[in-house]
């Protein structure tokens, strides 16, 4: 009876070393390899909303696991686990934002980077064509410093207006890409290391979404600020933004971040003793659609 129960010990562990061989030799296709997601620049979006991971297997998204973002850019995850066959058989990478919880299996329309797998490798941008897939390189922004909404005239330089008033009438400083549904751009001004929105916008001839800072007059019909009252903690209004530094962003529509995402088409410094009414030019971020946003790999 022993050497009976030796036996069939010795087979049982025979046919395991077996099928361990084999299991190596030939992995299962519904067995884990890993997504990896290294050096991605994004924002926090807040409780409300996650990032989302997508594949492009046969040219249909497959979602690959969430993660979020906290206020220094750190990711609540990097590695995700996906089934073998799905992750070598991907072709794309897709990040998407998707609202908390999220009760529709199919990706949000706000795409932020993609790329193309090359062997085990994608580096993602902004301007591939399921991404955010928008060309800035013809961006360009005209400003002036003054402060139409209030009657005072010894503080012009604490108003910031997107316009042109190098002709007899007014006209739309920035000239902007209309951008996909689900994006807007923000303005932002920022002061003493602390960006302060001037509000958000879709078209460059019209008004934005806030006044926020301004006095009780209406300003003009187009994207702008005066900052002279409800300052933010740690600021005083009205001051002057000689000096400044002026910023058109892309944002998430909604956002809920409090500062400017990595997507800064424009982008300019106030002159030291500048002068208000005076037309400046803001600097084109000419690298931000071809800029790589981060790599993912598939191990």
């Known amino acids: ?19 361990s061989c084999n299991k190596d ?40 696991g969430t993660f ?50 090359d062997g085990f490798t994608a580096e993602v941008s902004l301007s591939h064509p399921k991404a955010l897939g928008t060309n800035f390189s013809t961006a360009a922004g005209n400003y002036v410093l003054a402060t139409p909404t209030d009657e005072d ?14 002709n007899a009438t007014k006209e739309a400083g920035l000239t902007l890409p209309t951008l996909p549904e689900g994006w807007e751009y923000e303005g932002w001004v920022v002061i003493d290391g602390v960006p302060v929105s001037t509000g958000k916008f879709t078209s460059v001839s019209g008004t934005d979404s806030t006044k926020e800072f301004s006095g009780t007059t209406s300003g003009p019909q187009f994207p702008g600020e005066d900052f002279l009252m409800k300052a933010p903690e740690g600021l005083t209004f009205p001051l002057d933004l000689s000096g400044k530094t002026v910023v058109i962003s892309v944002e998430p529509n909604p956002d809920t971040s409090p500062a400017p995402s990595p997507i800064k088409p424009l982008i300019g410094e106030v002159p030291l003793n500048a002068k208000d009414h005076f037309l400046y030019t803001m600097d084109n971020n000419q690298d931000i659609a071809s800029e790589k946003f981060g790599t993912v790999l598939r191990h």
């Open 1 to 19: 009876m022993l050497n009976k129960t030796i036996y069939s010990l010795s087979l049982i562990l025979g046919l395991s070393s077996v099928t």
């Open 25 to 64: 030799d030939n992995p299962s296709p519904i067995e884990p390899k890993t997504l990896v997601l290294l050096n991605l620049k994004l924002e926090d979006v807040g409780e409300d909303f996650r990032y989302e991971n997508w594949l492009i297997v046969d040219g249909s998204p497959v979602a690959a």
């Open 68 to 117: 979020s973002v906290n206020s220094d850019g750190d990711l609540s995850q990097i590695e995700f686990p996906i089934p073998a066959k799905t992750l070598d058989s991907a072709t794309e990478y897709v990040l998407t934002i998707e609202p908390n919880p999220d009760s529709d299996p199919t990706p949000s329309k706000v795409h932020v980077f993609a790329g193309d797998f």
């Open 153 to 166: 005239t010894t503080n012009e330089n604490s108003g910031l207006w997107w316009l042109d008033n190098s």
